[in-house]
């Protein structure tokens, strides 16, 4: 059965930066698209960013220029580099093969 397993969340001040991954079991991971999504306190889950199978990428509007999404299929894991964050990028960050969820992975950002 399909696993995804996210790692690299924490506490981050306000213009540093994190690399979160994500480790996928069970797939036939070259042949996913990737994405990560996130979801802050109250609100409702959001996309953040894409990556085809070919590495095709895709962003929300909020992080391009500071984020970038990208994917390792020989270990079956996809990353998410996210530069000078922002106290809104406070939530818990998800990983998504398009059939299963991770359990997320918390990121703070203090001000």
């Known amino acids: 059965q399909v696993q995804l397993v996210e790692s690299g969340g924490g506490l981050v001040q306000a213009g540093g930066s994190l690399r979160l991954s994500c480790v996928a079991t069970?797939?036939?991971?070259?042949?996913?698209?990737m994405a990560w999504y996130r979801q802050a306190p109250g609100k409702q889950r959001e996309l953040v960013a894409t990556?085809?199978?070919?590495?095709?990428?895709n962003y929300v509007d909020s992080v391009k220029g500071r984020f970038t999404i990208s994917r390792d299929n020989a270990k079956n894991t996809v990353y998410l580099q996210m530069n000078n964050v922002k106290p809104e990028d406070t939530a818990v960050y998800y990983c998504y093969s398009g059939i299963k969820w991770g359990q997320g992975t918390l990121v703070t950002v203090s001000s």
């Open positions: 990556i085809s199978s070919i590495g095709s990428t």
């Open positions: 069970g797939t036939i991971f070259s042949f996913n698209t």
